[in-house]
């Protein structure tokens, strides 16, 4: 191994550029992973546009999630060898050949999984974890409504919900997007083109939980059909950081409101999470119960296609980058 790798430039942002950049080493507690995928997310667009900067301390690179190799683990580390293939999270770093990896975020890559569906997985099924069950505290019999159905989130949301055994009611912006939505499960699509979300929810009976994945003045009409002791959580920004709410529905509703963001959790806090995605949904994926719901694969070279094709609502679920 040379102590120099392949990395996407942060000095190049917005243009994701390829060049050559000092090879992590990992720390206590830490693996160091051969990338095989890196899961793409909308904040790594967001990122690259210069307003969602990395955790103080973390990689400037790129990518919040991984699949590949163990090539060498830190001090302390225990459970994981060299050559294990593993996936989890990370705080930034993924868009690149090598990649440290704390092993308390870890998950040991089922042998059903590929690369690309295994990198797919940790970042949209931990934050639907910890807002739908971790903090939504989601039951049966109750009516979820999740934004942006067919995002890499809204694929995950609405499948754990009916998991979780809820009603699940979905955004989508096409017709092709809500036939997929459908297909994961929603009981009901909404094309907001056309139709008045608050409407179609308000006539289903209102949300008593409502993922709230791209915000701006959505939040003011989730209000309007938001059920008594009701809860929002705010997990996106896509339709802007600005929302005006009816302070008096909140009171007489006792509505919540709530931001959420998993990556600013802390290590400890993500661990939990992982090892709850680990021991309830990993399996299930491997087994096909669950849909890792992945859409297109990239190579690493093209993270620009990549990039576009999200940036212009294209996907339906996860794209990756495939490393050689
Ligand atoms: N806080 C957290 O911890 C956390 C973690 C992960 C993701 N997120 C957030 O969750 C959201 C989904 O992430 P992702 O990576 O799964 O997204 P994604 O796959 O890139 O999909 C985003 C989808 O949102 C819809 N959309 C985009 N702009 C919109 C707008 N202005 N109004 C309404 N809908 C719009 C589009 O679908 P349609 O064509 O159907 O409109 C788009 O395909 C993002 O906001 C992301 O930042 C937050």
Same mark, same amino acid.
Request: aromatic share 2%; net charge negative.
């Given at each position: 191994m040379t102590d120099t790798m392949q990395a996407v430039l942060p000095d190049a942002y917005p243009r994701l550029v390829w060049g050559e950049l000092p090879r992590p080493v990992a720390g206590p507690g830490q693996l160091l992973v051969r990338v095989r995928a890196a899961g793409i997310n909308r904040a790594d667009l967001i990122q690259a546009a210069g307003h969602y900067p990395p955790p103080?301390?973390?990689?400037?690179?790129?990518?919040?999630e991984i699949a590949g190799e163990v090539v060498a683990t830190g001090e302390g580390v225990s459970g994981f060898a060299l050559g294990d293939a593993v996936f989890g999270l990370v705080p930034?770093?993924?868009?690149?050949e090598y990649c440290v990896l704390d092993a308390a975020l870890a998950i040991a890559k089922p042998a059903a999984l590929g690369w690309a569906e295994a990198a797919s997985l940790p970042e949209v099924w931990m934050t639907v974890w910890l807002n739908l069950?971790?903090?939504?505290g989601l039951r049966a019999g109750q009516r979820l409504l999740v934004h942006a159905g067919a995002s890499g989130i809204g694929a995950a949301a609405i499948q754990l919900g009916k998991r979780l055994g809820a009603e699940v009611l979905t955004t989508v912006g096409s017709v092709e997007k809500g036939a997929w939505c459908t297909t994961l499960g929603a009981d009901r699509v909404i094309h907001y083109h056309d139709e008045d979300f608050v409407d179609v929810v308000k006539a289903a009976?209102?949300?008593?939980?409502? $993922?709230?994945?791209?915000?701006g003045d959505y939040l003011g009409r989730d209000q309007q059909c938001l059920n008594r002791d009701g809860s929002i959580i705010v997990i996106g920004l896509l339709r802007g950081t600005k929302a005006e709410l009816n302070v008096g529905l909140l009171l007489v509703k006792r509505q919540r409101v709530q931001g959420s963001a998993l990556?600013?959790?802390t290590l400890d806090a993500k661990a939990r999470t992982a090892a709850a995605v680990a021991e309830h949904v990993v399996p299930d994926i491997a087994s096909g119960? $669950?849909?890792?719901? $992945?859409d297109r694969v990239f190579a690493a070279s093209d993270a620009q296609a990549a990039h576009d094709y999200v940036a212009q609502n294209r996907n339906l679920g996860k794209v990756v980058l495939i490393f050689d």
């Open positions: 103080p301390g973390e990689s400037a690179v790129l990518g919040l930034g770093g993924a868009y690149a069950v971790e903090l939504g009976g209102g949300a008593d939980l409502i $993922l709230e994945t791209v915000g990556r600013s959790q119960a $669950l849909k890792p719901s $992945l």
